[in-house]
Structure formats: C-alpha cells, structure tokens
C-alpha cells in the first residue's frame, strides 16, 4: 500500500470545507433520495430483515435486477447464477479484479480512467497499461473525444487478460460510440480478452449532443455486441440510479462462468450486502418502470447538465457538453493562476477555483498515468448532481471570478 496516497477527493473535500466552498468536486447528490426507496429501506428495518443476507445477493433484488436488465441485455437473466450484488460498484471492480487478473497479467484501461481501477489491478498483482481517448482540440463535445483503435490494439499484448471500459465515461461524459465498441470486441475476440465493462452512469444520458452526427446517441451495452455476453462483466450501482451513494449497493450481471468467480472472491471480501438495503432498492426496481422514475432522473440531470454547461460559457471556461454521467469538464486555459515547481497546472487552476474563487472543482490528472497527465493541464471537472440552489450559488461565484484570476 505503500505507493499509494489519499484519494484526489478526500484532498478536495477537505479543502473544500475549509474554504467553505460550493462543492461541485465529489459526484454525490446532495438532495434527498427518492421517498419510496427510504420509506422501503424503514420498513425493511422495522420488518426485521436485519440479519446475513444470500452472499451473492439477497433473492429479491436479484430477481428484480433479472427484471429491469433482461430486457436491456436482450435475454433472459438467470437470477441466481448470473448476478452478484456488491457493496457499491466500487467491491465489483475489486472482486471482478481479483477474481480474473493473476499476477503478470496486463489489464488495459481507457484515460482518463476511474481511479479505483489502476489500484485494484495493482493489489491483484496485474500491471495497468493506459490508452488516452484523443480528443480534438478545443472540443466542445464529450463524442470528440476518441477511442484510437490503433492505439489500443498495439497496447494488446499476449499477457492482456482484461480491458475495463467505462461508458457513460467519468468524467469526459463520453458515450462510446458503437463503433467503438465494435473495435474493443474485436479484439477481445482475437485476443481472448474479458471486458469488465462499469455502467454506473447508465440512466443518465442526454439527447441529440451529437449534434455533428445528427443523432442522439444511445449508450450501448458491450455485452450485447455479437459474442460479447460470454466475456463481459457489466457493473451498476445503485448509489448514482437511486441517489444513495451512501448505501453502497452495486450488482454484476455476467454469465455463470464469470458470476461465479467474481462470487468466490466476493465471499472472501464482504461475505453479503448489506440485507434491508437490499429488499429497498429491489422494490425501487419493481416501482420504477410504473413511475417513469429512469426517465425522470435523466430529464432532471438534463436540466442541471444544461445550467451548468450555459453559465460556464457565459464565463469562459468552455465546457465539454457531456453526453452522459453527471461530470463536465471545462477548459480553464482562460485562467491565469500561479503553479508552484512540481505541481500540475490542474491541481493548482482547481486548488484556486476552490480557495479562491469558492467552488471545489476535480483535477483530472489523477485520472491519467504519469506520462499522459499532460494532456489535461487546462481541464477541470465539475460535477453537476447538486441542488439547482447550489448549482445557482457556484455559477454566481463563476460569474464574479473574470476579475479575480
Ligand atoms: C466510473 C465509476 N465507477 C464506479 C463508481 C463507484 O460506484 P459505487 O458508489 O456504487 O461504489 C463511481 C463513483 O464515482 C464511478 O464514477
């Protein structure tokens, strides 16, 4: 453990509160979860499902999940060999690692990555190689940033096991395009790789941004690509679709070979999930169909998304519109901010933006390995999962800073 630090959030958050900044840093909604999925929470409390749940998943909210991504995945899923509920998405990252990468092995990661990925590869024993997304410059637009197909498939080598895609991407907001997925399945079958494939941001994906290609992008599910089932690992969270980031409530739906290895390394890590935690959000999947809640949470996202993305405009720090997730990134190269000897111009450009200009924003460099951080010197990221009077309160703030930097 030894390499590694705090995580670029703790560090944030932290001079966050200090400064009593607006905190668009961390991506955890700030507004009161839905009130179906607490009142079923309280009542499986009070009903006493208090005790070990199924390890692989408590009965119900499996079944439930069979419900919702049968459908979406265009089979019929198997409850109960084919789905493992996780604490978070974060212990399915980590259990799917340890479960499928044997030390020496090469796990190839798309930058800017998720930065649990690069750690848990590195306490399975594997070794990360990192693909940078292109992006043209000055884009305005998550789709601008590309997959090099060629860049990645000279990154293959014959020790590669496993490629993790994020899609929606945090934080480039970036829906992969079909294409794209097309080239990463074709390698995996010709190299025999497994695909764990984080779709956390799912439900939050936002129309016609496309706007190049005239046509509103669709986020695609690599495990429906042809042949792409047997080898893919999909990850959810219940945390970002039901505003619950504390409960840490995740699931991976994979087929049975798969599920059960992640399930023999999930035995070992948490045993079970949390069980009342469970029962509540099975019922939010039972009731959410009826209550047109997916499409609801997209449409308030899209809302908050479009605030954001007009002030920052307004003030000159371009955004990069995403096409999903709750992320943007901005070009801050309109800023004139100090940076000491040995630091990142992001780190410092989000340091003062949260000192200074009080709204916490994310450096993304720590998304990238060493050599690539480069690439991200003018950008930040603010997340946008926040209340409209926070969100009102940090475009204010934006607003004052033309005179300050
Ligand atoms: C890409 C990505 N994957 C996984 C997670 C973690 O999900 P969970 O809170 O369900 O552990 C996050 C949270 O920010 C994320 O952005």
């Keep these: 453990m030894q390499g590694f630090g705090a995580t670029v959030f703790a560090e ?6 200090e400064h009593k900044a607006v905190n668009l840093g961390q991506g955890f909604p700030n507004f009161p979860a839905p009130e179906f999925i607490k009142a079923a929470a309280q009542q499986a409390i009070a009903a006493d499902l208090n005790q070990y749940a ?8 499996v079944n439930a999940l069979a419900r919702v991504y049968g459908p979406l995945f265009g089979r019929t899923l198997d ?8 604490v978070g998405a974060t212990e399915g990252i980590f ?5 499928l990468v044997n030390p020496g ?4 990661l798309i930058e800017p990555f998720y930065d649990s990925y690069p750690a848990s590869i590195i306490m399975a024993g594997g070794t990360p190689v990192y693909v940078p997304l292109r992006a ?4 305005t637009g998550a789709a601008q940033w590309r997959l090099d197909e060629a860049e990645l498939a000279a990154a293959v080598t014959e020790r590669t096991r496993l490629l993790i895609l994020n899609t929606p991407m945090n934080p480039v907001g970036k829906l992969f395009t079909q294409a794209e997925l097309e080239a990463i399945a074709d390698l995996a079958h010709r190299h025999n790789l497994l695909v764990l494939s984080d779709e956390v941001y799912e439900w939050m994906t936002y129309p016609a941004a496309d706007e190049a290609a005239g046509r509103a992008l669709t986020h695609v599910r690599i495990a429906t690509l042809p042949g792409m089932w047997e080898r893919t690992i999909t990850l959810g969270s219940a945390g970002k679709t039901f505003s619950v980031t504390g409960w840490k409530i995740g699931w991976a739906i994979a087929p049975p070979h798969l599920a059960h290895a992640v399930l023999m390394a999930h ?34 996202y899209l809302g908050k998304r479009d605030k954001l993305i007009t002030a920052l405009d307004g003030v000159g720090l371009t955004p990069v519109t995403p096409d999903g997730s709750y992320f943007v990134l901005f070009d801050t190269s309109s800023l004139t901010v100090p940076v000491t000897e040995g630091q990142r111009r992001d780190v410092a450009v989000c340091r003062w933006l949260t000192t200074e200009a009080g709204v916490a924003a994310i450096p993304p460099s720590p998304f990238y390995s060493g050599p690539h951080q480069h690439l991200t010197d003018n950008l930040a990221r603010f997340c946008f999962c926040k209340t409209d009077e926070m969100l009102d309160e940090a475009v204010r703030r934006l607003q004052a800073i033309a005179g300050l930097s």
């Design 54 to 61: 199924r390890g692989a998943g408590h009965p119900r909210l």
């Design 95 to 99: 259990a799917t690692i340890q479960a």
């Design 12 to 17: 944030f958050t932290a001079l966050a509160n």
């Design 136 to 139: 043209a410059d000055g884009a």
């Design 105 to 108: 092995d090469e796990v190839i």
């Design 79 to 86: 409850p109960l060999h084919e789905i493992v509920v996780t």
């Design 267 to 300: 035995q070992w890590i948490p045993f079970a999930v949390a069980t009342p935690l469970q029962e509540a959000v099975a019922i939010a999947l039972e009731q959410a169909e009826e209550r047109d809640y997916f499409h609801e949470l997209s449409a308030m």
